[in-house]
C-alpha cells in the first residue's frame, strides 16, 4: 500500500479517522483557517517566518496542549535566528509559538516537548496575556516559573537538557556583555530546576 504525501488534506484525513488525534485536529485546524497568520504576524516581527507543519513538531505539540489541557488556539511560526530559541506571543484569539530550525534540528523529541511546554507554560501562568502585552518584557523569574512548570509536565531530565544545548549555543552571543548574560541567567535556570 503506497502512502499518501503528508499535505493538509492527507493529514486531516487521517486525523478526523483517529479520535485520538482530536488536539492535533483543533490545533491543525487552526493552522488551516489561519494559513496567512505567521506572515502577518512578521509585519510587526521580523523575525517570524512561514508556519511549521513538521510532523515532528506537530506532534510535540499535541503531546503538550494534551498534558496541559490548553484550550487556547496556538499556531507555530519559524523563528528567525542563527541559534536555539523559542518564543511565545499572544495574536488575538490564539497564540503564535516561535522554533528557529537549529531548535527543531539540534532537539531531541523529549526536548522539544519541554521547550513547548516551557512556552505554554508561560500561556498558562498568564506570562502572555493580552493585558501584559503593553508592558511586557522577559524576566529571569517567568522563566524559571516556566522551566519549573515545564518540568513538572514532561520531566526535569529534557528541560535541563535543552537548558544546557542553549547554554552552549549562547556562547556565539556577541557582544561579549549579552553572552554572560545568557550564561549567567540559564545557570540559574538550570541551578532552579535541580
Not at 526535569?156 to 549555543?169: C, G, H, T
Request: hydrophobic share 45%.
Amino acid at each position: 500500500m503506497r502512502s499518501e504525501p503528508w499535505t493538509p488534506k492527507t493529514m486531516a484525513r487521517r486525523l478526523l479517522s483517529d479520535v485520538s488525534g482530536l488536539a492535533l485536529v483543533l490545533i491543525f485546524s487552526v493552522q488551516l483557517l489561519a494559513a496567512e497568520r505567521c506572515q502577518q504576524a512578521s509585519v510587526h516581527n521580523k523575525r517570524l517566518g512561514v508556519e511549521i507543519t513538521d510532523p515532528r513538531v506537530i506532534s510535540a505539540t499535541v503531546a503538550v496542549v494534551e498534558a496541559t489541557d490548553l484550550k487556547t488556539p496556538i499556531v507555530l511560526c519559524e523563528l528567525h535566528m542563527p541559534y536555539i530559541n523559542a518564543t511565545v506571543d499572544h495574536a488575538g484569539r490564539f497564540y503564535l509559538i516561535g522554533l528557529t530550525k537549529t531548535l527543531i534540528q539540534r532537539t531531541t523529541d523529549a526536548e522539544l516537548r519541554a521547550i513547548i511546554g516551557h512556552e505554554i507554560a508561560h500561556i498558562v501562568l498568564g506570562h502572555r496575556s493580552p493585558m501584559l502585552e503593553l508592558t511586557h518584557h522577559r524576566t529571569a523569574k517567568s522563566e524559571q516559573k516556566a522551566d519549573e512548570l515545564a518540568a513538572h509536565w514532561f520531566g526535569k531530565e529534557p528541560m535541563v537538557s535543552v537548558l544546557n544545548k542553549l547554554r552552549d549555543d549562547a556562547a556565539r552571543l556577541e557582544p561579549a556583555r549579552l553572552r554572560e548574560q545568557a550564561n549567567e541567567e540559564i545557570g540559574a535556570r538550570v541551578k532552579a530546576l535541580q
